[in-house]
Each structure stands twice: as C-alpha cells, then as structure tokens.
C-alpha cells in the first residue's frame, strides 16, 4: 500500500541509490582510471617506451587488479565485514557499503580503461611520433581518442554498480534494492515493492541512455562517417 509512510520511506531510499551509485562512481571514476592508466603506460608494448622495470610493476599491478575483479562481489562484501566496522563503525547502511563496492567496481573500471586506451589506432600514435610530439601532447590526443570508449565503459561500470547495490540490499545496505527485499519479502507491501524495482530500471536506462548519447556525440569516426 503506497501511503504517506510509504512514500517517505520511497523518498528516503531513491536518495540513498542515487547516493551509492554517483557516490561510488565518482571513487570508481578516479581509482579505476588511474590504475588503468598506469596499466597502460607500463606495459611492455607501450608508445611511451619506458623502462623495463615499469614492465615489472605492470605485472604486478595487472595481476593484483585481475585478482581484485575476479572476486565475487557478495564474497568481497562479508569478506569487508571487520574493515568496514573499523573505519565506518557500522555494518549497515549505505556508507558502509561504500568501500566494497569502491573496491569491487574499481578494478572493473581499470581494466575498462586499459582496453579502451590500447584500442587507440596505432597509426595516429606513430604520426605523433614522427611529428616529435611531446609525452603531454600524446597522452592528451589518445585520451580524446578513446573518450567515447572510457564513457562507454564507465557507463557499464554504473549500470554494474547498481547490480552491486542490489546485492548489498542482503545485509542492509539500504537503497531501493533494500525497500524492495524488506517491504517485498516481510511486508507484504507489493506496490511498494514494485515501484522500487521499477524505479531502479528507469535509473538503469537513463545511465545507459545519457552514456550511449555522449559516447555518441563524442565519437568523431562516427560523426565523421554520418
């Protein structure tokens, strides 16, 4: 039954989603392109020819970051149990999801950006070379290369994310997800159920929209081709 309590608890848990899902991402956005950026510029086949030592914290850096993903997201989040107690105080709530969903998103992101970079042309790359551009000039032409590529997956990384928090809904994350499984499951309040669910695949559209738009608009080989 949608009555007034019902609607403030709504209310309440859009805004705890919108908060982990841009909360989370902006963390995403940050670490997993940093991690992905190093990724790139250190491994062996890289334009930027760095050392051989580099080649070795690639390595590393790249086996620590596939190990990080490949753990699954409800392991990791028992698994973050006592760290979050620790700095956060509590278990649940929203804010003690966060560092699970940072940790198991970032990684995702930064092997999303490591990709996108190396599907940079070649071609361009070698004309910068031969045009004696500079280390800065070259990161800022293959960063406006592969942008439609980075939105593209930072856009996934966020319709992800909300699959995250549905299933920190478990343990009391809070959110929409949460609303759902507690007023679906031990409530009895279907329409209330119902409109949480429904309102999490409208966010997941408007994510998926509003990315393939600016991955669109962005990307100049299309534009071009139109």
């Not at 709530?93 to 070649?122: D, N, Q």
């Not at 910068?128 to 990384?157: H, Y």
């Not at 100049?220 to 139109?226: F, V, W």
């Amino acid at each position: 039954m949608l009555d007034a309590r019902a609607i403030e608890l709504y209310v309440d848990a859009l805004f705890e989603t919108l908060y982990l899902v841009f909360g989370t991402g902006i963390f995403v956005l940050v670490i997993g392109f940093i991690i992905g950026f190093i990724l790139y510029t250190t491994e062996p086949k890289s334009p930027f020819q760095l050392h051989k030592g580099f080649h070795i914290l690639h390595r590393v850096i790249a086996t620590i970051n596939d190990i990080a993903r490949s753990i699954p997201f409800i392991i990791l989040l028992i698994m973050m149990i006592p760290v979050t107690r620790a700095f956060v105080g509590t278990i649940l709530g929203p804010t003690a999801a966060l560092p699970s969903l940072i940790i198991s998103a970032s990684p995702f992101f930064a092997r999303v950006v490591h990709m996108a970079l190396k599907e940079v042309p070649y071609e361009s790359i070698e004309a910068l070379e031969s045009l004696g551009a500079t280390k800065r000039t070259m990161i800022r032409i293959i960063l406006k290369e592969a942008m439609p590529a980075l939105i593209s997956g930072f856009t996934l990384t966020l319709v992800t994310l909300v699959g995250f928090i549905a299933a920190a809904a478990v343990i009391g994350a809070g959110g929409l997800a949460y609303l759902a499984y507690e007023y679906g499951k031990f409530g009895n309040n279907y329409p209330l159920m119902y409109l949480s669910i429904f309102t999490i695949l409208c966010l997941v559209f408007l994510i998926q929209i509003t990315g393939d738009v600016l991955s669109r608009t962005l990307n100049h080989r299309t534009n071009k081709g139109a």
